[in-house]
C-alpha cells in the first residue's frame, strides 16, 4: 500500500515537473494576452535551449522512473510537447542569421567586412550564434566578458546635462580603459515613453565600450506629465550637450552612430533623420515608425494597450491629433540623404509589428538610402533584454559589424 501511494506521488511530482516545463515552453508560440505575462512571451525563446534542457531532464526522470498509468502517460506527453516547442527557435537560427547576412551583402557591399579595420574584427564575435553562449554568456576575446580585463577596467560616470521645468536629466558614459578619442555610439533606451533610465541595456554598453567606443546613454522626460514633443526635445538638448563637450567626454564627432531601442528608437530616427546632429549611421532595434497605422492596426493580441500609450503620449487620438501623429513618426522625415539604416525587429513582436519595420526599410530604400533589415522571426519586443539569448547573439553580431563598418570610413 505504501509503495503504491509512493508511486502515485512520484507520479504526480514527474507530472508537475512535465506541466512546468511545457507551460513555460508554450509561450514560444502563444503570444502574452497581458502586459504581466509579456515577459514569459519574450524570455521563453530567447531561453529556449535551457527549457529544452528541463524538458529533457523531466522526460528522462519519466522514462527511469518505469511509472505506468494515465498520470506517467500525460507526463510524457507534457514533456514531449515541451521538447518540440522549445526545438523550434534553434531551427530557425541558420536562416534567419543567413538572411541577416545576405541583407548586409546588399544593402553596404560584399566587401564591407574589408573596410573595418582587422584589430576590430578580433574583437568581435566570430560567429552569429553560439549555442553555449546561451548558457555561459556572450564571451568577449573567447574569455567570458564578465571577467575580461577590459571590462573590469572600463570606466563609467553620470552626467546631468540639463534640468528642463526642473527635471534633472543626465548621461550616462561608458569609456574605454585607457583615455583617448572613440569613435561613439549614442543610445536611447525604450519604455514606451513612460519608464525607463539611461543606465538601462549596460551589458551592451560596457560590451561596446570594451571594443573601443565611447557609449553615451541619453535620459528624457516621460510622458504621460511631459508629452511630446517633450521629449525629442531633450534628445536634442544632449546630443548638443555632447557636441559641445565632446572633448571630455571622448567623443570623436565625425564618428557618431545613433542608437533606440524601442520608443528610444523612435525618437533616435527623428533626431537622426532632421539632421539634429551629424551621424554616420543608425541603428534601430523595434522602433515605432508609423504612429497612425500603429493607432488605427494594433497588433492583436495587445499586451501593453497600444492605443492608451500612444495618447499619453501625444495627448489625444490621430483623428484628434493628426498633424501630430505625423510629427512624431520617423517615416514622415526619410529625405534621400538619410544615413545608413539597421532595423531589428521581431517576426514575432506585439508591441511593434516587423511589417512597420519592413516598412520603413522600404521606404529607405526607395528614397536612395542604404537600409538593412534584419528579422528574428521566433522574438518578441525587447528580446535583447536577455543579452546571451537566441535573437540578441544574431543582432549583437550584425549590429557590431554595421558600427563598425559605418565609423571606419564606408
Known amino acids: 500500500m505504501r ?56 522526460l528522462l526522470l519519466l522514462l527511469f522512473s518505469h511509472s505506468k498509468g494515465w498520470i506517467f502517460s500525460l507526463a510524457i506527453a507534457c514533456s514531449v510537447a515541451g521538447l518540440v516547442l522549445t526545438a523550434y527557435p534553434l531551427t530557425q537560427v ?139 526635445d531633450d534628445v536634442r538638448l544632449a546630443l548638443t550637450y555632447i557636441q559641445k563637450n565632446a572633448k571630455s567626454l571622448e567623443v570623436d564627432l565625425d564618428r557618431v552612430v545613433l542608437m533606440g531601442r524601442s520608443a528610444g528608437a523612435q525618437l533616435a530616427m527623428i533626431a537622426a533623420y532632421s539632421a539634429a546632429m551629424p551621424v554616420k549611421a543608425i541603428v534601430n532595434y523595434y522602433g515605432p515608425v508609423n504612429l497612425t497605422s500603429g493607432y488605427r492596426e494594433p497588433p492583436q493580441p495587445d ?28 517615416y514622415t522625415y526619410i529625405t534621400p540623404k538619410a544615413p545608413p539604416t539597421l532595423l531589428v525587429y521581431g517576426g514575432r513582436d506585439h508591441v511593434v509589428q516587423a511589417k512597420y519595420g519592413r516598412g520603413l526599410r522600404d521606404r529607405l530604400q526607395t528614397a536612395g538610402n542604404i537600409a538593412v533589415y534584419v528579422e528574428l522571426p521566433w522574438s518578441e519586443h525587447a528580446f535583447d533584454a536577455l543579452f546571451s539569448g537566441l535573437g540578441n547573439q544574431i543582432a549583437l553580431y550584425y549590429t557590431e559589424r554595421f558600427i563598425a563598418w559605418s565609423v571606419s570610413g564606408q
Open 3 to 58: 509503495f503504491k501511494l509512493l508511486q502515485i506521488l512520484i507520479g504526480l511530482f514527474l507530472l508537475l515537473l512535465s506541466g512546468i516545463g511545457l507551460f513555460l515552453s508554450v509561450w514560444i508560440v502563444v503570444p502574452a494576452p497581458t502586459f504581466s505575462l509579456l515577459p514569459l512571451g519574450v524570455g521563453a525563446p530567447e531561453i529556449s535551449p535551457w527549457l529544452f534542457g528541463f524538458n529533457a531532464i523531466a
Open 94 to 232: 541558420a536562416a534567419a542569421s543567413q538572411q541577416a547576412s545576405n541583407a548586409m551583402y546588399q544593402a553596404i557591399g560584399i566587401d564591407y567586412l574589408a573596410k573595418i579595420p582587422p584589430p576590430l574584427q578580433a574583437q568581435m564575435r566570430p560567429q552569429p550564434f553560439v549555442l553555449a553562449d546561451v548558457f555561459r554568456g556572450i564571451p568577449f576575446r573567447s574569455i567570458p566578458f564578465r571577467d575580461s580585463p577590459a571590462a573590469n577596467n572600463l570606466r563609467q560616470r553620470a552626467i546631468e546635462f540639463a534640468q528642463p521645468d526642473g527635471v534633472p536629466l543626465s548621461l550616462e558614459v561608458y569609456q574605454p580603459p585607457k583615455p583617448g578619442i572613440y569613435p561613439t555610439i549614442v543610445t536611447i533606451y525604450g519604455g514606451a515613453w513612460q519608464n525607463g533610465k539611461p543606465t538601462a541595456n549596460a551589458e551592451f554598453n560596457r560590451y561596446m565600450a570594451a571594443q573601443g567606443y565611447t557609449v553615451v546613454a541619453i535620459d528624457y522626460r516621460h510622458a504621460p506629465q511631459y508629452q511630446f514633443p517633450a521629449q525629442i
Open 303 to 330: 499586451p501593453i494597450n497600444s492605443r492608451a500609450v500612444l495618447e499619453a503620449f501625444l495627448g489625444g487620438t490621430p483623428d484628434q491629433k493628426p498633424e501630430l501623429y505625423d510629427k512624431a513618426s520617423p
